[in-house]
């Protein structure tokens, strides 16, 4: 009879401690995720940062040609009268 009692105490206890591990299992799981995909976003921004960078500098050079064009318009008399 009291193997009977432990029985039905002790089985649903294992039975909440196996769902208590795997649930443990999938959080670490899920951190991992989360780590990584946090770990993209960072690089993404930095990818972002060196885009606009990259696009400050092009906007600088195209501006410096067109003063020069205009400069040599303005040598050969082709500028137009304002």
Known sequence: MSETIAEVTFEPLKR??????????????LRD???SVEGHGASLRS????LA?????????????A???DRVERR???APAL
Request: net charge neutral.
């Open 76 to 78: 050969l008399g082709l």
């Open 53 to 65: 960078a990259d696009l400050a500098r092009l906007a600088t050079g195209q501006d410096r040609i």
């Open 16 to 29: 909440i401690q196996a769902d208590v591990s795997e649930m443990r299992r999938d959080y670490r799981d």
């Open 47 to 50: 990818d972002q940062a060196r």
């Open 33 to 35: 995720r989360v780590a």
């Open 67 to 69: 003063d020069r064009l």
